[in-house]
C-alpha cells in the first residue's frame, strides 16, 4: 500500500508569493491533516479535512487556506509569503477524523527569500 | 491552550541501555496520547497511541504508559539499538487537534 504522498519536496520562493503545496493520502483515508514544523515552534496543527469539509482549524491566519477534492486528495495553499513561513509542510492521513492513528508524509520543505 | 513538554531535550546512550523518555502536558481532558519518532529530513511515524482509558500500551521493544490526571506519559524503550537513533515527539489530542511536544534527540551509540 503506499504512503502518504507530498509534492513537491522543496520550493523556493519569494516574499510576496503565493503557494500551493499538494497531499495523496493513504488509499482509503478520508481525513487530511496539516502541520507546519519551524526550528522555533516546533510542529503546529494548521487544518483537517474530512470529506471535502474542513473540520478543525489551527491558530494561522486567513493567509493559510486549504481544501479537499472528492479523492480526498487535499491541498494548502500560503499566499503572501513572509520570510517567517518558512518550514517543513507536513500532512497526515487517517482513516477516521479527529484522534486517528496519523500517517505523515516526507513533508514539503518551502523557502521564502 | 495545551502545553505540551519533553525531558530531557537530548539523550546519549550506549547500545543495549534501557531508556526512558518523558512528556507531561497541562490540560488532562485528552482523549488520546500519540508517540512518535522523526528521522532526519523526513516525516513522523506513528509508534503508539495511547487511549484516555488506558494505561499502557505496548509494541516490541517499546512500551508507552499514560497518568491522565497528572499529565503525564512515558516511552520506555528496551534494550536500545542504533536504529532507535531519532527525535521522539508525544502529542496529546484534545478533541479538536494534537499538540506536539519540542522532542527529545535520541542518540544510540554502538
Known amino acids: 500500500k503506499a504512503g502518504v504522498t507530498q509534492t513537491p519536496r522543496y520550493l523556493i520562493k519569494t516574499r510576496g508569493q503565493q503557494v500551493t503545496l499538494s497531499c495523496s493520502p493513504i488509499s482509503g483515508h478520508r481525513s487530511v491533516s496539516w502541520y507546519q514544523q519551524t526550528p522555533g515552534q516546533g510542529l503546529q496543527f494548521l487544518f483537517e479535512y474530512f470529506s471535502e469539509t474542513q473540520r478543525n482549524k489551527g491558530n494561522f491566519p486567513g493567509r493559510f487556506s486549504g481544501r479537499q477534492f472528492s479523492n480526498s486528495r487535499s491541498e494548502m495553499n500560503v499566499s503572501t509569503l513572509e520570510l517567517g513561513d518558512s518550514a517543513l509542510y507536513l500532512c497526515?492521513?487517517?482513516?477516521?477524523?479527529?484522534?486517528?492513528?496519523?500517517?505523515f508524509g516526507a513533508g514539503t520543505r518551502l523557502s521564502v527569500l | 491552550k495545551q502545553e505540551v513538554t519533553q525531558i530531557p531535550a537530548a539523550l546519549s546512550v550506549p547500545e543495549g541501555e534501557n531508556l526512558v523518555l518523558n512528556c507531561s502536558f497541562t490540560?488532562?481532558?485528552?482523549?488520546?496520547l500519540q508517540w512518535f519518532r522523526q528521522d532526519p529530513g523526513k516525516g513522523l511515524t506513528s509508534l503508539l497511541l495511547?487511549?484516555?482509558?488506558?494505561r499502557e500500551q505496548t509494541s516490541g521493544r517499546l512500551n508507552a504508559s499514560l497518568d491522565k490526571s497528572s499529565g503525564r506519559s512515558t516511552l520506555y524503550i528496551a534494550a536500545s539499538q542504533p536504529g532507535d537513533s531519532a527525535t521522539y515527539l508525544c502529542a496529546p489530542f484534545t478533541g479538536n487537534q494534537f499538540y506536539f511536544g519540542t522532542g527529545t534527540s535520541l542518540t544510540v551509540i554502538p
Open positions: 497526515a492521513s487517517s482513516l477516521f477524523q479527529g484522534g486517528d492513528i496519523q500517517y
Open positions: 495511547i487511549q484516555s482509558s488506558q
Open positions: 490540560d488532562s481532558a485528552i482523549y488520546n
